[in-house]
């Protein structure tokens, strides 16, 4: 039986996958698949496919895009969320910062360079007409992180998935003063060029299971009440994320590939780009 590694953040997104890996469906087709957790988000992920840690990831297109063109050796082979992220914009509760104007020039905790919160920033900033070269960071590598980092002043606010941490909006941790949703597809399918040309038939059997279960992800009994369950989440929140989001079975799109690179060289966030084939990998 084939072992495959595949890395994800532990969040709702991601319950497809276990719910595959729980029911057996690769173990049917042959494939030992190993699922681990980033909480660390989308840099962590990268730096893991560089060290072959894992195989494929559920990753940020913005970032797993701007790591190819800087050396990664993975490709995108799908879209796996067509929906946007909605990124939460977060203060501690007892901050006295009440709207995203009061932000300029203030320290945003990222979980690490090259991350979803670090990138995002950058678009939030533009969105505001802020001047990006004013923009300041503090690694703070996880949730709990932002937490400590925010309630001890070494950063200001913290940019993540609205609905993962409004828990911690609810229970009076952090206030939530705003949302900035990603203008592009937020998750995409990456994996290993080395496992792309070793394994190809295993990856288009994964694919295959999992776009078979997105497909119809949204009609399983009572899923909303397993979400809610699972992720420690409200019902009516929950339910809400569910009606705003959207899972895919497609290959990136060439157009959504050159929007994204055109907003992070605007941003400086690249200096270069690629050309589709060196960042998309079309699964036969």
């Known amino acids: ?76 082979v799908q879209t796996y969320i067509e929906s946007p992220l909605i990124w939460g914009i977060h203060v501690d509760a007892n901050a006295p910062y009440t709207n995203i104007a009061d932000l300029e ?54 940019m993540w998935e609205h609905f993962t941490t409004k828990p911690l909006v609810d229970d009076g941790t952090f206030r939530h ?16 060029e080395e496992v792309l040309m070793s394994n190809a038939q295993e990856v288009k059997t994964i694919l295959r299971v999992i776009n078979n279960e997105t497909q119809n992800f949204k009609n399983r009994k009572d ?5 809610a369950t699972r992720y420690n989440q409200k019902l009516s929140d929950i339910q809400k994320w569910l009606d705003l989001t959207t899972w895919s079975q497609s290959t990136l799109s060439p157009h959504i590939l ?4 055109k907003k992070l060289v605007h941003l400086d966030i690249i200096k270069n780009t690629l050309p589709a084939s060196d960042i998309v ?4």
Request: aromatic share 8%.
């Open 1 to 76: 039986m084939k072992q495959i590694t595949v890395g994800g953040v532990p969040e709702h997104f991601n319950l497809p996958w276990h719910l595959m890996i729980e029911e057996g469906r690769f173990t049917e087709q042959g494939i030992d698949l190993n699922w681990k957790d980033f909480s660390g988000g989308t840099g962590a992920m990268c730096q893991a496919l560089r060290e072959k840690k894992i195989d494929m990831a559920i990753i940020l297109t913005e970032g797993i895009i701007k790591d190819r063109i800087e050396g990664n050796p993975s490709k995108i």
């Open 223 to 227: 899923i909303d009440k397993l979400l």
């Open 281 to 284: 990998h079309i699964v036969k």
């Open 258 to 261: 050159e929007r994204v690179q």
């Open 105 to 158: 020039n203030k320290t945003a905790a990222i979980s690490r360079y090259g991350s979803g919160s670090h990138l995002m920033a950058y678009v939030n900033a533009e969105n505001n007409n802020w001047k990006t070269d004013n923009l300041k960071f503090e690694v703070v590598k996880n949730l709990d992180g932002a937490v400590n980092s925010l309630a001890n002043k070494t950063s200001d606010y913290f």
């Open 177 to 192: 003063i705003g949302d900035c949703p990603t203008p592009w597809p937020c998750f995409v399918i990456a994996v290993r």
